[in-house]
């Protein structure tokens, strides 16, 4: 049995690492709540790119862009959004448990990974995946100018053809409870595809009224529909993965502050078991002494 002083230690220790996680908690509560905001900011204009895109697609409905064109999938290449730090429960873990059901399902493909976070690239190594670009840095501070190289990559892969498909694998924010790992084709181009993203980011409007906001919208577009959906579908790509970025910081934070929350009540409640235990044993040394002091009276009597 310890000691009441190797205790009194654990019990320091176990206080002073409930400090550190309670203060983790409020840091990423501050977190969340500016990383959920910019999501909510974000939404509305990813919808309305998809929107457009969508009329785009149906005046220029026979000009061809490369991006657009599907073909048989020889090579796909997958873009992880994950972590630079652990410490948020099973974020980075679900990530990982998702990317490799998909790879078990595309087994019969060649496979190439460009990752965003740390952690990701880490999974995708020990994976003995083919890396073609890491970008941990862009999760500190995520903005649109950042997401140009990132897409630049993606399209030049595609139109060169040496990927066939391209596949994003994030975390979407659902709410402080609950983060969603989710898989979105990006390339190539899939008005269906995108138009379902739009429906899950709302999950509020009915096929009724997008076609009612179609049929009272008109649009005059110049020079001509060709030449801006050519310049559209790339700034759509950087917005997709502009948008995925911000639901991953989103997502990660909250689930940091869950896992330091859960760390910090656990450490609680070992403060108080401890507690017992080391009154117990005083108690028991107290009851030992009294014993001692009892029995040497009774032999000197």
Known sequence: MASARDIRRRIKGVKSTGKITRAMEMISGVKVRKAVQAVLDIRPYAKEAIRILGHLEEAAKHESHPLLLARPVKKALYVVIASNRGLCGGFNAQIIK???QILREDAGREQAFLTIGKKGDTAVRRLRGEILASFPDVLAA???ELMRPIAKIIIEEFEEGRVDRVVMVYTDYVSA?????????LLPVAIKDAKKAMHEMTGIESESDEQNHALSAEYIIEPSPK????????????MELYHAVLESNASQESARRIAMKN???????MVGDLTLAYNQ?????????????SAGKAALE
């Open 263 to 269: 760390a910090t009540d656990a450490a609680e409640e």
């Open 98 to 100: 998702k990317l490799r």
């Open 227 to 238: 030449k801006v959906l050519w310049k559209m579908i790339p700034r759509l790509l950087e």
């Open 281 to 293: 044993v005083r108690q028991s040394k107290i009851t030992a002494e009294i014993a001692e002091l």
């Open 177 to 185: 409870l609950l983060q969603e790992v989710k898989v979105r084709a």
């Open 142 to 144: 995520p903005s649109p």
